[in-house]
């Protein structure tokens, strides 16, 4: 039995370069003119008072172009009459693979249907990945993400924490994208009971 | 005698002060410039904060510089365990001075004559008397061969640098200094003779003034036009003499970490940079002196501007002074901006490929150079 050998397929494109490459000098100045003309035109637009960069000078400047649905600052929704929605059930600080979410939990004997409130809530955002399964965890759609990016960055970590006068500043007449939900019929709730 | 005292002091601290500022300046201008040119800001952070208010001063990150330098100074000094401490120590030191030194015969400037600068002020006037300065440092005769002494010194101290450092990686990037830098010294004083043979003086100031004329009735007399391809060799081989991409294989960060100066930090560490950096102004200053006419101005000589058309346009010492300054530091910026441009736009050769590049493309094209400019100034006497 005699054994032929194949031959081999080749995946890659042969390196193939004429006189002209091969003089090297004119494809380094096309090259220099190319990176020189992008230069020049970005001087130009800085000049002009344009914006010669793709990128954003970040905490001054975000983008414009976020997602619709974007996972940015954590928020929580507010009973009508500015209450935090939140009953303190902990399943979102269960559910958090990083660990960052801390709650207190209160008791209020002044609204008997939820008597349980969050006395303490915060987010510790140096460590936060913002995967967003808080909330889907949570069962009062009580704490969601709006399409703001948090104001992050800080040279002290002892800022980075989103604490609850700030979660409760969520304004839900402004956002028309994710509105408050409708009341129910029959009165605000744990009103006259 | 204490006049040439002064002029001179007054000189070498001119020179100093611009070859540290452009040293520092140009750290910026390679960061912003890279920047700009791959569609980014560039480093915009630091910054000054007038004290007991609250301006920051952010100067498009002009202090970048000057934090990095306080950041190098204050590092710790990390020594590993060598053999020869002493050698390395000096190391740094032997590469950083000779670029210095370099610049003492480069003429930054034309004919100095104080008496007719202080005219208003008779008695510095009187105490100067007629003589006149040439405006560098030291006008010597070899000029140019002083330039390739001193250039030469530097690579003694990257291999001294890389043997001292007890690191293979250092000894690496050492043997690859000492290869490459050799083998473009020569390339560079190849392309530099066939200016030689032109001008017929090593010079630097003579050199200068030849450049000062006419060529054709309309261009300016420069080297640059005269020698058009010694011009982009020469400046090909000192871009590899300063071991920059693409020519940056002694400090290749993805094969040496850092090269022959691996085992340095700090302030030592950062001297290697700060002569890197210097070392391109210098580069800069020495292809304005060889190639673009030094300090000069077309069509401009020491009494003023003479136009084309036969236009006289007299202009007094203080301000000619002036300009001719101006001119030789804007000269080389352009040239210290195009080094960068070179060096964001390249990629970085293989080792041999250096070398192949080096003996068996650019010297022959020297030679060539140099024989067609031999029997082109030969028939032309």
């Known amino acids: 039995m005699s054994y032929t050998a194949r031959p081999r397929k080749q995946y890659w494109n042969e390196p193939e370069m004429g006189w002209w490459e091969r003089v090297y000098l004119p494809e380094i100045l096309r090259g220099l003119a190319i990176t020189g003309g992008v230069f020049t035109r970005n001087m130009w637009r800085w000049m002009t008072g344009r914006k010669g960069a793709l990128t954003t000078y970040y905490p001054e400047e975000t983008r414009a172009d976020y997602a619709r649905n974007n996972r940015g600052k954590h928020i929580l929704t507010q009973r009508p009459d500015g209450r935090p929605q939140c009953v303190a059930c902990n399943m979102c600080a269960t559910v958090c693979p990083a660990q960052v979410i801390e709650i207190d939990a209160a008791f209020d004997p002044a609204d008997p249907d939820h008597p349980k409130y969050p006395s303490r809530f915060e987010i510790d955002y140096s460590r936060c990945i913002f995967c967003g399964l808080c909330v889907e965890a949570c069962p009062e759609d009580a704490i969601r993400m709006v399409k703001v990016v948090p104001d992050l960055p800080s040279g002290d970590r002892g800022r980075m924490w989103l604490t609850l006068p700030e979660l409760l500043s969520w304004s839900p007449a402004a956002d028309v994208g994710k509105p408050y939900p409708p009341r129910p019929a029959g009165g605000p709730p744990g009103g006259e009971h | ?381």
């Open chain 2, 1 to 381: 005698m204490i006049q040439d005292l002064v002029v001179h002091l007054v000189y070498i601290g001119y020179a100093l002060t611009v070859l540290l500022l452009f040293g520092t300046v140009l750290t910026w201008v390679e960061r912003k410039q890279a920047a700009v040119m791959s569609d980014r800001i560039g480093a915009n952070r630091a910054y000054i904060r007038i004290p007991f208010t609250r301006v920051k001063l952010i100067w498009w990150g002009l202090f970048h510089g000057m934090a990095d330098g306080l950041k190098m100074i204050v590092k710790e000094d990390w020594k590993p365990a060598v053999y020869d401490k002493f050698a390395y120590a000096l190391a740094p030191w032997i590469v950083f001075t000779p670029i210095l030194l370099v610049f003492a015969v480069i003429p930054f400037g034309g004919a100095l004559e104080p008496a007719k600068l202080f005219a208003g002020i008779p008695a510095v006037a009187q105490w100067f008397g007629e003589k006149t300065y040439q405006m560098q440092i030291a006008q010597l005769d070899g000029g140019l061969l002083i330039v390739f002494a001193f250039g030469g010194i530097s690579v003694i101290g990257a291999m001294l640098a890389g043997w001292s450092s007890s690191n293979k990686y250092s000894m690496l990037g050492a043997l690859r200094a000492g290869g490459q830098m050799i083998s473009y010294e020569l390339v560079m004083g190849l392309t530099v003779l066939g200016l030689i043979l032109i001008y017929g003086t090593f010079d630097l100031t003579a050199i200068v003034q030849h450049q000062s004329g006419i060529l054709l009735g309309f261009l300016p007399a420069w080297g640059v036009f005269y020698q058009p391809f010694a011009a982009t060799l020469f400046m090909a081989a000192a871009i590899a003499e300063n071991k920059r991409i693409p020519f940056d294989l002694p400090e290749a960060e993805s094969e040496l970490i850092a090269g022959f100066y691996t085992e340095y930090s700090a302030m030592k560490m950062g001297l290697f940079m700060f002569a890197e950096f210097i070392e391109i102004a210098i580069i800069g200053a020495l292809f304005t002196t060889l190639f673009l006419g030094g300090y000069n101005l077309p069509y401009m000589s020491d009494a003023g501007f003479l136009l084309p058309g036969g236009h006289e346009i007299p202009l007094p010492h203080g301000v000619v002074v002036v300009i001719q300054l101006v001119t030789f530091l804007v000269k080389v910026l352009v040239m210290s901006s195009f080094q960068i441009l070179i060096r964001w736009s390249l990629p970085r050769f293989r080792y041999d490929q250096v070398l192949m590049f080096a003996w068996k493309f650019m010297l022959p094209l020297a030679l060539a150079n140099l024989t067609v400019t031999v029997v082109a100034v030969w028939l032309l006497q």
